[in-house]
């Protein structure tokens, strides 16, 4: 945290270490996992550390279409995201390596393209049994 410039307290090292134990949680789980680590903290100070947090580059926000947001410390790399559509389950998937033409645009437009986000949605084994 200090290296980011971010102040390191109590509260930011329990959400720190609760975003670690638990990748793809949403802001309410980790309220849940820091009140329980910590006892009281404010569902407002998780969300403003949250967003301290992404800004500096220390986590990931991640809101795949239709979810709430849910938060990583996987960071630095272009990975992507599997969820299943009716529990959302996520899963970390490695870029495709090697010709991946649906990952190259076509016209840039003039940008400089730094990062492409897929998702690859489906349904889990455990949602395709019922």
């Given amino acids: 945290m200090r290296d980011r410039g ?3 307290t109590a509260q930011r090292l329990a959400i720190g270490e609760a975003v670690s134990a638990h990748p ?3 802001t309410d789980e980790l309220v849940e996992a820091v009140r329980s680590r910590i006892g009281s903290i404010s569902r407002q100070a998780v969300y ?3 967003s301290v947090f992404v800004e500096k ?3 990931r926000r991640i809101q795949p279409a239709g979810s709430v947001a849910r938060y990583e410390d996987r960071v630095g790399d272009n990975h992507h995201h599997l969820v299943c559509r009716d529990c959302s ?3 970390d998937i490695d870029c495709a390596v090697g010709e991946t033409p649906c990952l190259a645009a076509d016209d840039d437009h003039g940008f400089q393209i730094d990062e492409a986000e897929v998702v690859y949605w489906g349904r889990c084994p455990s949602c395709r049994m019922t």
């Fill in 89 to 91: 389950l996520m899963f």
């Fill in 24 to 26: 793809h949680a949403t």
């Fill in 6 to 8: 971010v102040h390191v």
């Fill in 57 to 59: 580059s220390l986590i």
């Fill in 48 to 50: 403003d550390t949250l």
